[in-house]
């Protein structure tokens, strides 16, 4: 993972800066040809070997998520009416993309247990405005997974000026 990374920019400009110590973050690298599936597998026993906390529906406590929103609406690699949206009963699932390899993503489920939520946001650009407002919107949009993020329970909404700009 490069300098461009998500895992890298979130370390190096939020978790290092506020003290975090400690994150579990999937450390296998999903084949070519993988539908992500058995990466999913392992970051699901990473969190269970961790000694991360299950809730009595079988998903784990984090204490914090930390997402960024995409301006389809799409959180972690659960997009519009994508497989991983529609999972309603796994911890964390593969997200096939065509001609690239599959990424996993904790499913909303596993999102919505979290302790704290977090949803950063920079710049208004590319969507990313009308994005934070229709996050923001109730009730969500039908059918489940037309705007993932409006299926957050209850995100905090870390917003710059240009973000937050049509609120």
Known sequence: MGEKGTLFKSNKKFATAVGITKSINPTSTPKAESDGSEEAAFYTEALKSAGVPFDAAGFPVIDLVLLGLGADGHIGSNHPMGPAVATTDKIVVGS???GEPSSITLTVESINSARTVGVVVCGGSKGKKEAVKRAM??????????????????PIFFLDKEAAADL
């Open 96 to 98: 096939p993309k065509i």
């Open 137 to 154: 919107a109730r009730p969500f949009e039908e059918p489940r997974g037309t705007f993932p993020a409006q299926l957050l329970k209850s």
